[in-house]
């Protein structure tokens, strides 16, 4: 449940819908906030492939509150891909700083979840960095276990 005055976002206020283009430029914002890169083209190649809810089976929501978009999450159902059966795997989440720390990421998840179901899944994965403390405490707290699988990479010369 989002908790009340956490940080700027109002919980009363905050609406979890899907993104519109006029919402990029905030999106853009908080994904350099947290990863320290103004990726302009792959947002906007993104939003063509995942906004304006163009098929069930591709998810890119906005967390609002007023004018202000708090935060994003982005995923999509895929199917038979890595010897498994179709489940939904969630790709990008990031909330704005100053809203950290008052739901919007647990309020996005269960939106992102509840799209899932909708097309026909019962199961949500993701990936994220074996350093990354603070996404795997927010994952482990909505549930999320350690999944059957091992990432595995190698250097192209
Ligand atoms: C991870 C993130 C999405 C969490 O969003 P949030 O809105 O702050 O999360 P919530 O308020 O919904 O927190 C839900 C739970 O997650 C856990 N959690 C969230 N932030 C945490 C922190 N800083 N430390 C420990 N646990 C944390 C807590 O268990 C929390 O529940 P609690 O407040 O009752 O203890 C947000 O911190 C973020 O955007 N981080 C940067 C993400 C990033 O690096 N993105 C780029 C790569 S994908």
Not at 18 to 46: C, M, N, R, S
Request: one cysteine or more; a negative charge.
């Amino acid at each position: 449940m989002t908790r009340p005055e956490a940080n700027g976002a109002s919980p009363t206020e905050l609406r979890v819908r899907p993104v519109d283009a006029a919402d990029l430029g905030q999106v853009i914002a908080i994904d350099a906030e947290a990863t320290g890169l103004e990726k302009t083209d792959y947002w906007y190649e993104l939003f063509h492939r995942y906004g304006g809810g163009r098929t069930r089976q591709r998810l890119f929501l906005v967390a609002e509150s007023g004018d202000v978009i708090q935060g994003f999450i982005i995923g999509e159902v895929r199917d038979w891909e890595f010897g498994s059966a179709p489940c939904g795997w969630v790709f990008g989440l990031s909330v704005r700083a100053s809203a950290r720390l008052g739901g919007v990421g647990a309020r996005m998840l269960e939106a992102i979840c509840d799209g899932f179901r909708h097309a026909g899944v019962n199961k949500v994965r993701t990936l994220l960095a074996r350093d990354n403390s603070l996404v795997l405490s927010f994952f482990r707290s909505q549930g999320m276990m350690a999944a059957p699988f091992i990432p595995l990479e190698k250097d192209l010369d």
